[in-house]
């Protein structure tokens, strides 16, 4: 019996997870987002409890992240775009972030009665990294 993901190109979707993974550390960051994210989630950064377990969150987001590119390659591959260039990328990765991700986030966020700032960073950061995501994998031959 052979593997069933044999057809996936696993180097790139590991690149793909470790520029989701950085694009993280630059949106999350004082450059981009960082202000206002603390604002809207009231966290006490001077709290020491408050850097406990980033080993654990760092980790674990990075799988996730691994995860949802094969997913990202499952569908490339399915739908025959793997290896077709940037632009097919760029339409995956704004279906997978827009469809699949930033909208379940949106509706987390209507019920818990979530800052829209909020929404349009997370949101943001999973369309944006889901599309940095797709590029890769279907430049990849």
Excluded at 8 to 26: D, Q, R, T
Excluded at 36 to 52: E, G
Excluded at 126 to 141: Q, R, Y
């Amino acid at each position: 019996m052979t593997n069933p993901f044999d057809y996936l190109n696993w180097l790139a979707i590991l690149v793909a997870a470790l520029a989701y993974f950085m694009l993280g550390a630059l949106w999350y960051s004082k450059v981009l987002f960082a202000n206002r994210w603390i604002a809207d989630l009231k966290l006490d950064v001077n709290n020491p409890d408050a850097k406990k377990g980033m080993g654990m969150m760092f980790g674990g987001s990075f799988v996730l992240m691994f995860v949802q590119c094969v997913a990202i390659a499952i569908i490339a591959e399915r739908i025959g775009i793997r290896g077709d260039g940037w632009m097919s990328g760029l339409k995956l990765g704004l279906v997978t972030g827009g469809c699949l991700c930033a909208t379940p986030v949106g509706v987390n966020y209507l019920y818990e009665k979530k800052p829209f700032s909020l929404f349009l960073i997370n949101g943001g950061y999973a369309l944006v990294g889901n599309i940095i995501a797709a590029i890769i994998i279907c430049c990849w031959k």
